[in-house]
């Protein structure tokens, strides 16, 4: 399914590399979660020298985010009945199809070495009574096979043991609140990135390889657990960079996020409903029992829609989380931080239903890549959110993503690594210059205006349920936006964050249109079912030159 994509310049902005501030690295990393900074240590224990842009602080990733856990077949869960083949079969099951079976295997048996590895470096899991790792079991999965720390805090502790380590190694240089504009081409070849920060302005970071690592695109839509950084910059860039970008159609909505009026879209980890948490409707009625036999361990798309389904059916009086039949003390032990967020709220998990709505948590396609990280692009990879491998197919199993990050991340970091030292000489100083890059013409845009009401236009028509009205609706917002947006060349990051935001829409919802069949997360009103006639990948590159 290949399609026509968005048809926008090369380059948001005019620059000449003569001109610029020059930094050099072997490797470039942009992102600063799982994937980029085990992409980083790994190239920087094979030799290269690393730097590693962040946009905003280097702690800051939706790493940082993370609740309920990493999933690995360890010793203890082999003990408990789990296996490769089981965890294998499982991430298939969810897939709906489109994952690439190779991919799984490779991810899932090289991920018990890569989370072994990441408890050497320093990452404390949880332990039960006798020492051994702690194990739970989420949504999809049929075993206890889910890491956690803290109990509702993995991903926090595997930001914390990653940062420590690249903060201490002599080889990688951090390049933090440095937002990449853009990647810098020669030939079609990757030579780097152009970055800008406050106080330098303008820069060309060249480097023999360049990581994309940027994360998701969560911020295309109104409802979110993503953190302000994820406006889907590494897929824009990319895009533009002439990758090509895969299955733009699938995005995961996780089911269970705080749903108070004015309050962020904090998210309530898997793991509650893993320890028994029941999903209610506001008569108190489990509703699961009749959707799935799986009930609330289901894969979250058809929790996810369940939900959306019973809050229509019953008037919008909403949906909840209900604990209150657990242990108290248990709950309040093993999720400290869930615990913490809701009385901040004036509300106690342990004695009353949470309001829930699902909201958009994962960008499953991405930049296409191989089992190395390596785009089709020379000299680009891509891994974590940003990349699309095969593994997730049409819908993420989760604590399936951070498993991805350490696997590719030292997959990428050793090949980028490789690729670096192949290389004869430096990228010297560029004589590449866009100097076509012009505005058509000048037009006052109030960009929080703009996003606020793309943003909600996405929720309404790309979001859980779609249709072809609503696609061609939103399409036609995104086109109308896209006219006066897309020319426009903004002096700052919220101008350009805007025209990534509208451009990984723009492709996201082309591609949601092309696809007319329900698959995974992918879910049409008019098209309900699967069509094994469109059991394959979309796929889809800037067209035209380098204009």
Known sequence: MDLEGLRCRRYLIRFDTRELPLRWSDVLVIGSGVAGLTTAITAAEHGASVILATKAAAEESNTLYAQGGVAAVLEEGELLGDSHAKHIEDTLVAGAGLCDEEVVRA??????????????????????????????????????????????ATGHEIE?????????HQRIRFLEHAFCVDLVTTGGECQGALVWDHGQGLQFVAARATVLAAGGAGRVFRETTNPQVATGDGLAMA???????????????????????????????????GEGGHLVD??????????????????????????????????????????????????????????????????????EPLPIHPSAHYTIGGVKIDRDGQTEVPRLFAVGEVSCSGLHGANRLG???????????????????????????????????????????????DIDDVLATLRAETWRN??????????????????FWSGYVL?????????????????????????????KESRGAHHRLDFPAPDERLRRHSQVRRPGGDA
């Not at 590895?117 to 790792?133: E, K, Q, V, Y």
């Not at 699938?250 to 898997?270: D, N, S, W």
């Not at 790309?462 to 086109?479: F, N, Q, S, T």
Request: net charge neutral.
């Open 282 to 351: 506001a008569d108190g009625a489990r509703f699961m029992l009749e959707v799935d036999d799986r009930a609330e361990l289901a894969p979250r798309d058809i929790v996810a829609r369940a939900i959306v389904r019973r809050h229509r059916e019953t008037g919008g009086r909403g949906v909840f989380l209900d604990l209150t039949h657990l242990d108290a003390a248990v709950l309040r032990a093993r999720f400290p931080g869930i615990d913490r967020l809701c009385r901040s709220y004036g509300l106690d998990f342990t004695r």
């Open 160 to 168: 914390r043991a990653l940062l420590a380590r690249a903060r201490q």
């Open 462 to 479: 790309l979001a859980i349920e779609r249709d072809g009205a609503g696609l061609e609706h939103v399409l036609d917002r995104l086109a």
């Open 399 to 445: 604590s399936n993503s951070l498993l991805e990050g350490l696997v590719h991340g030292r997959r990428a970091g050793a090949r980028a690594a490789a690729l670096a030292h192949e290389s004869h000489g430096g990228v010297a100083r560029l004589a590449l210059e866009t100097s076509e890059v012009r505005p058509e013409r000048r037009v006052e845009i």
């Open 107 to 152: 991810v899932v048996t090289e991920g018990t070495e890569a989370v072994r590895a990441l408890i050497d470096m320093g990452a404390t899991f949880d332990r039960a009574p006798d020492g051994s790792l702690a194990l739970t079991q989420e949504g999809g999965h049929s075993a206890p096979r889910i890491l956690h720390a803290t109990g509702d």
């Open 487 to 515: 020319p426009e060349v903004f002096a700052g990051p919220r101008g350009w964050e805007l025209q990534n935001v509208l451009t990984v829409a723009t492709l996201m919802a082309q591609a949601a249109d092309a696809r």
């Open 239 to 273: 895009y533009r960079a002439g990758a090509t970008l895969m299955d733009m159609e699938f995005m995961q909505f996780h089911p269970t996020t705080l749903y108070l009026a004015g309050a962020a879209r904090k998210l309530l980890t898997e793991a509650l409903r």
